[in-house]
C-alpha cells in the first residue's frame, strides 16, 4: 500500500513534475507537525517507519478475516459465523505521535471494511491531511478516509457529535484518561463500539539480580523518547537496595552523555522542547513537590538555557510514594527513583495505580521473571526490555488505561463484528 519512504524520497522515480510536487509538498506539510510538537526530526522519521508498518500489516491481516464453521447440536441445522465492518469509524488521536496514531486505528478499520473519520489533535492536524492525500495516492476511493480538524474550541462540540451520531458505529480514541472518560459517556447513548488507548503511569523496577548497565540502557530509551511525552514511556523507577546506589550514579552518567537537548533538525539532539507551557510547568510542579519532601536533584531539574519549552532531563533520588510525580504521570523527561527492599513491595507499589498501560522490569532470575510479569497489573511488560512497541504485537492497557487492543492480529477485532447465522430445516 503505502511506503514508508514516498515522502523521503520526494517522489524519487516519479514520472512527471506534478506528481513530484505532491510529494514534496506531503512531506513538508507533515515536517510541520513534527516541528510544532518538537521531535527530533530521526525520531519523526522513525515514527513514520512505524506509522507505514500498521498499513502493511492490516493490508495483509485483511486476507485472514477467518469465520467459522460450528458443529451444529441438530441434524437439521448448520451453524456459520460471520465477520463484517462495525461501519462508520470515527478516529481521535493525539498530537504525540501525528502520524502513527492514526494509521494503528485506520489501518484495521480499512482492512476490516470500515470507513473513518479522523479527528486529528488540534496542535498536530497536518498529518492526517498528508496522510488524506496518500490516501488518495494509493486509490482508495473518495469518502472513506475522511478528516476533521478542528480548534481546541471545537473539540468538545465535534468530539459530541462524533460519539452520538447514530451513524458511527465505533470510536477509537488515543489521549488522556479524562477526555476517554468524557467520550465513553457520550459513547454510551448508543451503545458504541469502542476502543481506548489512555494514560500510563509506567513503573520501571530493577532488581538486585539485573544487568545494571542494560537497564541503564532500556531505562533511557523508556524514559526520554520523545522527551518522556509517550503513554508507555517509564514514569516512576523502582530500584532494589542492593543495586541501587550503581544503578543511579550509571544512569546520571548515561543521561548526561547520550542526551542532547536542542534543534531537532541537529543530527545530534535527542531531546526535543515538549509540546506547550502547559506541559513544561508540570513537569516543573512534579519536581518542587517531590523536592519539598525531600527527594534529591541527581541531574537536571529545571528549564534549558535554550529557553521557551525545552527542559534539562532530569533524574531524581531519595523520591516516596507520597510525592505526586509518583502518583500521577508526568508527560515529560523526569524520572524519579524510589528504593524498595523486597520483590513483594515493588509489585505493591508498581500495582497501586489505577492505570496499567505498560511495565518494565530488569531481572536475570528466571523463577522472578515469571512471577512478575504475570502479577504486574499492566496491558505489556518489557523484561529486560525497554521499549517494546511493535506492529505484530498487541498495544493496549488495563484498569483506566483503556479498553481493547491495537496492532498485531487482534487489533482488527476492534472493527468486526460477528455475526452468528443458524440455517435450519435443512
Ligand atoms: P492531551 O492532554 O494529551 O492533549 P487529550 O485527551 O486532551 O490529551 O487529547 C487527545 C485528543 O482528544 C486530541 O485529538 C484532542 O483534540 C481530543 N479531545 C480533547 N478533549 C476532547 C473532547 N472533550 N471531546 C473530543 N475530543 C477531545
Same mark, same amino acid.
Given at each position: 500500500?503505502?511506503?514508508?519512504?514516498?515522502?523521503?524520497?520526494?517522489?524519487?522515480?516519479?514520472?512527471?513534475?506534478?506528481?513530484?510536487?505532491?510529494?514534496?509538498?506531503?512531506?513538508?506539510?507533515?515536517?510541520?507537525?513534527?516541528?510544532?510538537?518538537?521531535?527530533?526530526?530521526?525520531?519523526?522519521?522513525?515514527?513514520?517507519?512505524?506509522?507505514?508498518?500498521?498499513?502493511?500489516?492490516?493490508?495483509?491481516?485483511?486476507?485472514?478475516?477467518?469465520?467459522?464453521?460450528?458443529?451444529?447440536?441438530?441434524?437439521?441445522?448448520?451453524?456459520?459465523?460471520?465477520?463484517?465492518?462495525?461501519?462508520?469509524?470515527?478516529?481521535?488521536?493525539?498530537?504525540?505521535?501525528?502520524?502513527?496514531?492514526?494509521?494503528?486505528?485506520?489501518?484495521?478499520?480499512?482492512?476490516?471494511?470500515?470507513?473513518?473519520?479522523?479527528?486529528?489533535?488540534?496542535?498536530?492536524?497536518?498529518?492526517?491531511?498528508?496522510?488524506?492525500?496518500?490516501?488518495?495516492?494509493?486509490?482508495?476511493?473518495?469518502?472513506?478516509?475522511?478528516?476533521?480538524?478542528?480548534?481546541?474550541?471545537?473539540?468538545?462540540?465535534?468530539?459530541?457529535?462524533?460519539?452520538?451520531?447514530?451513524?458511527?458505529?465505533?470510536?477509537?480514541?488515543?489521549?488522556?484518561?479524562?477526555?476517554?472518560?468524557?467520550?465513553?459517556?457520550?459513547?454510551?447513548?448508543?451503545?458504541?463500539?469502542?476502543?481506548?488507548?489512555?494514560?500510563?503511569?509506567?513503573?520501571?523496577?530493577?532488581?538486585?539480580?539485573?544487568?545494571?548497565?542494560?537497564?541503564?540502557?532500556?531505562?533511557?530509551?523508556?524514559?526520554?523518547?520523545?522527551?518522556?511525552?509517550?503513554?508507555?514511556?517509564?514514569?516512576?523507577?523502582?530500584?532494589?537496595?542492593?543495586?541501587?546506589?550503581?544503578?543511579? *550514579?550509571?544512569? #546520571?552518567? !548515561? %543521561?548526561?552523555?547520550?542526551?542532547? &537537548? +536542542?534543534?531537532?533538525?541537529?543530527?545530534?539532539?535527542?531531546?526535543?522542547?515538549?509540546?506547550?507551557?502547559?506541559?513544561?510547568?508540570?513537569?516543573?510542579?512534579?519536581?518542587?513537590?517531590?523536592?519539598?519532601?525531600?527527594?534529591?536533584?541527581?541531574?537536571?531539574?529545571?528549564?534549558?538555557?535554550?529557553?521557551?519549552?525545552?527542559?534539562?532531563?532530569?533524574?531524581?533520588?531519595?523520591?516516596?510514594?507520597?510525592?505526586?510525580?509518583?502518583?500521577?504521570?508526568?508527560?515529560?523527561?523526569?524520572?524519579?527513583?524510589?528504593?524498595?527492599?523486597? *520483590?513483594?513491595? #515493588?509489585? !505493591? %507499589?508498581?500495582?497501586?495505580?489505577? &492505570? +496499567?498501560?505498560?511495565?518494565?522490569?530488569?531481572?536475570?532470575?528466571?523463577?522472578?521473571?515469571?512471577?512478575?510479569?504475570?502479577?504486574?497489573?499492566?496491558?505489556?511488560?518489557?523484561?529486560?526490555?525497554?521499549?517494546?512497541?511493535?506492529?505484530?504485537?498487541?498495544?493496549?492497557?488495563?484498569?483506566?488505561?483503556?479498553?481493547?487492543?491495537?496492532?498485531?492480529?487482534?487489533?482488527?477485532?476492534?472493527?468486526?463484528?460477528?455475526?452468528?447465522?443458524?440455517?435450519?430445516?435443512?
Amino acid at each position: 500500500m503505502v511506503r514508508a519512504d514516498d515522502g523521503e524520497q520526494g517522489g524519487a522515480g516519479a514520472d512527471h513534475h506534478g506528481r513530484e510536487r505532491r510529494y514534496e509538498s506531503r512531506h513538508r506539510i507533515q515536517m510541520i507537525d513534527y516541528t510544532m510538537m518538537g521531535k527530533p526530526l530521526k525520531e519523526a522519521q522513525g515514527e513514520i517507519v512505524y506509522s507505514a508498518s500498521f498499513l502493511e500489516w492490516f493490508a495483509e491481516e485483511a486476507r485472514r478475516i477467518y469465520g467459522d464453521v460450528i458443529p451444529a447440536s441438530a441434524k437439521d441445522r448448520r451453524v456459520l459465523v460471520l465477520k463484517q465492518p462495525v461501519g462508520v469509524a470515527a478516529i481521535i488521536t493525539p498530537w504525540n505521535f501525528p502520524s502513527a496514531m492514526i494509521t494503528r486505528k485506520v489501518g484495521a478499520a480499512l482492512a476490516a471494511g470500515c470507513t473513518v473519520v479522523v479527528k486529528p489533535a488540534e496542535d498536530t492536524p497536518l498529518s492526517a491531511l498528508a496522510l488524506g492525500e496518500l490516501a488518495n495516492q494509493a486509490g482508495i476511493p473518495a469518502g472513506v478516509y475522511n478528516v476533521v480538524p478542528c480548534s481546541r474550541q471545537q473539540t468538545a462540540a465535534v468530539g459530541e457529535v462524533l460519539c452520538t451520531d447514530p451513524l458511527v458505529s465505533k470510536i477509537s480514541f488515543t489521549g488522556s484518561t479524562a477526555t476517554g472518560k468524557i467520550l465513553l459517556k457520550h459513547a454510551a447513548g448508543t451503545v458504541k463500539r469502542v476502543s481506548m488507548e489512555l494514560g500510563g503511569h509506567a513503573p520501571f523496577i530493577v532488581f538486585d539480580s539485573a544487568d545494571v548497565d542494560r537497564a541503564v540502557a532500556g531505562a533511557l530509551a523508556s524514559k526520554y523518547r520523545n522527551s518522556g511525552q509517550t503513554c508507555v514511556c517509564t514514569n516512576r523507577f523502582l530500584v532494589q537496595k542492593g543495586i541501587h546506589d550503581e544503578f543511579v *550514579e550509571k544512569f #546520571a552518567k !548515561a %543521561i548526561k552523555k547520550e542526551l542532547h &537537548v +536542542g534543534n531537532g533538525f541537529d543530527a545530534k539532539t535527542t531531546q526535543g522542547p515538549l509540546i506547550n507551557e502547559k506541559a513544561v510547568e508540570k513537569v516543573e510542579k512534579h519536581i518542587k513537590d517531590a523536592v519539598s519532601q525531600g527527594a534529591s536533584i541527581v541531574t537536571g531539574g529545571k528549564r534549558h538555557s535554550l529557553g521557551k519549552n525545552f527542559f534539562e532531563p532530569t533524574l531524581l533520588s531519595n523520591v516516596t510514594t507520597k510525592m505526586l510525580c509518583t502518583q500521577e504521570e508526568t508527560f515529560g523527561p523526569l524520572a524519579p527513583v524510589i528504593k524498595f527492599e523486597t *520483590e513483594a513491595e #515493588a509489585v !505493591a %507499589i508498581a500495582n497501586a495505580a489505577n &492505570v +496499567g498501560l505498560a511495565g518494565y522490569f530488569y531481572s536475570q532470575d528466571p523463577a522472578q521473571i515469571w512471577r512478575v510479569a504475570e502479577q504486574l497489573e499492566v496491558g505489556m511488560v518489557g523484561v529486560n526490555e525497554g521499549i517494546i512497541s511493535s506492529v505484530e504485537c498487541p498495544f493496549g492497557g488495563v484498569k483506566e488505561s483503556g479498553l481493547g487492543r491495537e496492532g498485531s492480529k487482534y487489533g482488527i477485532d476492534e472493527y468486526l463484528e460477528i455475526k452468528y447465522v443458524c440455517i435450519g430445516g435443512l
